[in-house]
């Protein structure tokens, strides 16, 4: 019993383990665990049987979370962008666009899983998506499957670290940050890894051209009477809204001037960032829609699909991520804000209806009911476990690390990426962050910069073979038998299990570089980051007693300068003396507090004597 006392933590940890490995859900494993272990922590005397409790109290609070209504707020919204038709018309725009080149649809697949990360921040929505519209038309014109299979793999799990992410705000909500803080540090990383896809397929398109070829001119729909593909006005429309957008991004205080009435000498960054790329994106969509309401033909009918197609999900990106970035609104009403303007989109587009609003509904009723059973077995597990004090466990464990931070960082990583074979990002977050937290502020290290790396990681444990999810949403909906393609009528071949596992290795690989470029460089997250202000505590109450005290000479400022003189010296107290004039005060009289306000206060304060 002794020995199960003095290693309760480890023991429980175990425990935990062995319920897991049983197949039961994650989230009833942590709840039985915690109760399990907490009944024989009591029972051995290893802590209060008060400990039991604090659970209602912890229950209540996760239910008065109002960080976490985010979840099903922009699970809704992407459920409907998905389901109104809006991934099928990007993806067909987008590839009309890139098609012409080498790796175009390639290209195309990255950039549209980037745009539906950012708009519906559910993984297994931008898989099956994609995988549903996209994968047919690679293998149509003769993409490599393992490169087709990749690729769209990969460009769903965007939505895993580019905001609004789900997985972005479990993880600020178990660290204590801020969601917006969380999103501003992912911000450069995410697509700075959109741009690690890129760099690797513009690689295949120059060294094997073969397994990423373009499209052939039949395959070309949007055509100008003349032949051309109308790129010319596309350019031309982009170079006007990109010289709206630096105007604007220039001008902004004299803007902020003239609505506020009085001179505005400073804009953050980011205000300017948001507010310029709105103002481009609605100068090109008043151009496309006076040339569509007036049929002056102005631009080709490529640009003009481009521009119906992308500008309204990227202005819901800006009423969403822009609002939250500039604190106009938090992350729960950027939330509800994005599910009404998903809303309001899909009934422009003449896309929803009541079938598909039950449908996204009942998948976020579900989504939401996960995450919360899960949070709620966690916070009993971690309730016992600090009791039994397991976060000392684990500091000891792994403060005594070699190599310090970076040693610290290594090590974590690995544990990060060992797990995510087996746990999803829901499960890493609830129950390995709570533990490595303290320990990562204690050693330093800056909890923003801490969450963006883990969660670049864990975005691996949707590609990892065997047991990715990414790999299992794109196999549900691949081709598993020959079959008969629409357009060429011809057998296609199906796509192998392996062929999906092999074309996702290259991309855990670049994932795994992501981690170590952002171990090497935190600016990357940091520098998103407002400035921290710090604050001398001891000079500002110095301070502060500077402009209490009243200057000897000064007979306009302080306390007392405005009060007339006394005309004559107070009398004295009974049975003393009146001091001559000019006299030094007693030895023996108490001292004054009077040039002293502070030190009266303090005085005032003390209690008096019966």
């Known amino acids: ?92 725009t987008v590839g009309q666009v890139f098609g012409p080149m080498r790796g175009g649809l390639a290209l195309a697949v990255i950039f549209v899983g980037a745009l539906l990360a950012a708009t519906t921040g559910v993984v297994a929505a931008s898989v099956i998506s994609m995988g549903l519209i996209s994968l047919p038309i690679m293998l149509r014109y003769g993409y490599d499957r393992r490169m087709a299979s990749g690729v769209i793999a990969a460009s769903g799990t965007l939505a895993q670290i580019i905001p609004p992410s789900l997985v972005l705000i479990i993880m600020a909500d178990q660290l204590g940050k801020s969601v917006g803080d969380m999103y501003k540090g992912a911000f450069v990383p995410a697509f700075m890894l959109v741009g690690l896809y890129v760099l690797y397929v513009a690689f295949l398109a120059i060294f094997k051209p073969e397994r990423v070829p373009a499209l052939p001119p039949e395959a070309r729909i949007y055509r100008e009477p003349n032949g051309g593909g109308g790129y010319m006005s596309l350019v031309v429309l982009m170079t006007i809204s990109a010289i709206a957008a630096i105007l604007l991004a220039q001008n902004m205080t004299a803007l902020h001037s003239w609505w506020q009435g009085e001179e505005v000498t400073f804009v953050a960054t980011d205000e300017k960032v948001v507010v310029a790329m709105c103002g481009g994106t609605f100068v090109a969509f008043v151009i496309a829609v006076f040339n569509k309401l007036t049929g002056l033909k102005l631009l080709s009918r490529l640009a003009e699909r481009v521009t119906f197609v992308l500008i309204p999900p990227l202005l819901l990106i800006f009423l969403v991520l822009g609002t939250i970035f500039l604190g106009v609104a938090t992350p729960t009403e950027g939330g509800a804000m994005g599910a009404i303007g998903a809303l309001v989109m899909g009934v422009v587009r003449k896309r929803l209806d009541m079938n598909l609003l039950k449908q996204a509904l009942t998948v976020t009723t579900k989504l939401g009911s996960f995450v919360m059973f899960i949070l709620i077995g966690a916070t009993v597990f971690g309730l016992v476990f600090q009791a039994a004090d397991g976060p000392i466990w684990v500091e000891h464990l792994l403060t005594g690390l070699p190599g310090g931070q970076v040693g610290f960082l290594i090590v974590v990583n690995l544990l990060i990426f060992i797990l995510a074979f087996f746990l999803d990002y829901f499960e890493l977050s609830f129950i390995v962050v709570p533990l490595l937290a303290p320990v990562a502020h204690k050693l330093g290290i800056d909890l923003i910069w801490f969450g963006v790396l883990l969660a670049v990681n864990m975005q691996t444990s949707f590609m990892h073979p065997p047991f990715g999810f990414a790999l299992f949403f794109l196999r549900s909906v691949a081709p598993e038998k020959p079959y008969v393609d629409r357009v060429t009528q011809k057998i296609m071949q199906p796509v192998t299990t392996m062929q999906i596992y092999r074309g996702a290795v290259p991309f855990v690989l670049i994932q795994l570089v992501m981690v170590g470029v952002l171990i090497a460089f935190p600016g990357l997250v940091t520098g998103s980051l407002d400035k921290v202000q710090n604050y001398d505590l001891d000079k500002v109450g110095e301070q502060m007693r500077e402009q209490l005290q009243p200057e000897s000479n000064d007979t306009d400022g302080g306390y007392g300068a405005n009060e007339e003189p006394s005309p004559e010296p107070a009398a004295p107290a009974e049975g003393g003396a009146m001091p001559e004039p000019g006299a030094e005060p007693s030895s023996t009289a108490p001292e004054s507090t009077a040039d002293d306000p502070l030190k009266a206060l303090q005085d005032s304060l003390k209690p008096k004597s019966p």
Not at 45 to 74: E, Y
């Open 1 to 92: 019993m002794e020995f199960i006392t003095a290693n309760f933590a480890p023991i429980m940890f175990a425990g935990l383990i062995i319920f897991l490995l049983l197949g039961f859900p994650v989230a009833f494993s942590l709840g039985a665990c915690g109760l399990f272990f907490g009944f024989i922590g009591i029972e051995l005397g290893v802590f209060q049987s008060s400990v039991m409790a604090w659970l209602p109290q912890r229950l209540i609070g996760i239910m008065a979370n109002d960080t976490l209504l985010a979840v099903p707020f922009f699970t809704l919204m992407g459920l409907i962008l998905e389901r109104s038709g809006m991934a099928e018309d990007l993806l067909d």
